[in-house]
Nanobody
């Protein structure tokens, strides 16, 4: 079983920065894509950023130029550097990874970390 442990959330003022980390552990075969999503109160969960094993990234428009996703394949860890934070970035942030087991693909989710931006 794969476990994802997130860290780095917290409370910061608008304009500040946070760095989220998510480390995968357990019986891991091969991790393909890694991503961060978020869910604000009363809203649907949205994909914020994703990164392939080769390092290709994608971002939702609202965070482009402010957030950077990266990964350390040797550590099975994904990061989200968040700069110029805005109150509308307030949400629970979740990491998820796509694990490949031969021809099968399986998604794993972290427990979430709260990010709160004060105005």
């Amino acid at each position: 079983q794969v476990q994802l442990v997130e860290s780095g959330g917290g409370l910061v003022q608008a304009g500040g920065s946070l760095r989220l980390s998510c480390a995968a552990s357990g019986r891991i075969f091969s991790i393909n894509a890694m991503a961060w999503s978020r869910q604000a109160p009363g809203k649907q969960r949205e994909l914020v950023a994703s990164i392939t094993r080769g390092g290709r990234t994608n971002y939702v428009d609202s965070v482009k130029g402010r957030f950077t996703i990266s990964r350390d394949n040797a550590k099975n860890t994904v990061y989200l550097q968040m700069n110029s934070l805005k109150p509308e970035d307030t949400a629970v942030y979740y990491c998820n990874v796509e694990e490949l087991r031969g021809a099968l693909s399986r998604a794993h989710w972290g427990q979430g970390t709260q990010v709160t931006i004060s105005s």
